[in-house]
């Protein structure tokens, strides 16, 4: 308590100054004299000026603080979307793939593209089944829209699959509407083609075509595709067949290999005699 005096004492100016500071300040707003409430006046407009660009400056961070965090919020909700999407898409096409293994005859098991060929002559497809879950070379590859290929290299949890849009791609098939015979191929640039059709025969825009119980690799039935466009070559024997795939190659995210191996017997025969 000594001290406080001594201090007073010592700084009795500064302290007297203080408290008629302090009570001029709470008298201000009482006093009615015109001079006073136009300083009064004069002041609370010279603050708000002040604060106008202290504010802006205030909500300026404020907003960018406040954007950025929507910025972040849209990116994330755009995300969920696109999963959301993905997953129903997903959905729709493992729907898909159940109900035509639930039409089959043959034993069969899913597999899901995990890698593709940059080779545009030789396209193939790496999936992720392999030995450990029954496949073999030579195995059909199908889809819910059709044929896809056969498998040409086995691993233990994966495989490679050869697929139609290949150069080294053959296969028996048909005009499921005539039974007219065919080799199915791709001509390495436009699309599938169907040989060895002779320029008589009953073939038209529309057509159906599915593998033909002569193939060595894939059963019959198979639905390939249709008859895209039939052109007659003069001079030659044969028609131009063709074919429009019923497989989208570009877009194809999930197959089934299927359990069916040829007959081998009948294989090393037809090879003995020339015939493939």
């Known amino acids: ?66 954007n950025e965090r929507l910025r972040r919020a849209n990116i994330q909700l755009a995300d969920e979307v696109y999963h959301l999407r993905e997953a129903r898409l997903e959905n729709i096409r493992l729907r898909q793939l159940l109900q035509f293994s639930e ?10 593209v995990v890698g593709r060929s940059p080779d545009p002559i030789r396209k193939t497809l790496t999936l992720n089944v392999g030995r450990e879950h029954g ?27 050869q697929v139609m849009l290949n150069r080294d791609f053959r296969a028996s098939a048909r005009v499921e509407r005539t039974g007219v015979d065919g080799i199915l191929r791709w001509d390495g640039a436009s699309g599938m083609v169907l040989d060895n059709v002779a320029k ?21 039935g198979i639905y390939v595709g ?9 001079g030659s024997v044969t028609k131009d067949i063709r074919i429009q795939p019923g497989v989208d190659f570009s877009r194809l995210q999930e197959v089934f290999v299927m359990f069916y191996m040829a007959d081998e017997e009948k294989i090393a025969l037809e090879e003995l005699t020339g015939r493939r």
């Open 200 to 220: 008589t025969l009953d073939v038209n825009e529309g057509d159906v075509i599915i593998t033909s119980e002569y193939s060595n690799i894939y059963p019959s």
């Open 135 to 161: 496949v073999k070379e030579n195995m059909p590859i199908i889809s819910e829209s059709g044929l896809v290929g056969k498998v040409n290299i086995v691993a233990d949890n994966y495989s490679v699959g």
């Open 226 to 234: 249709v008859v895209s466009r039939v052109t007659i070559i003069p």
């Open 103 to 112: 039409r089959t005859s043959y034993d069969m098991v899913a597999a899901r």
């Open 1 to 66: 308590m000594e001290r406080i005096f001594y201090i007073i004492q010592t700084y009795r100016e500064y302290v007297l100054l203080a408290v008629l500071l302090a009570v001029s300040l709470m008298l201000f707003p009482l006093n009615d004299n015109t001079q006073i409430k136009q300083l009064r006046a004069n002041s609370i407009a010279g603050l708000g000026i002040l604060h106008e660009p202290v504010s802006l400056i205030t909500e300026s961070f404020t907003l960018r603080s406040e």
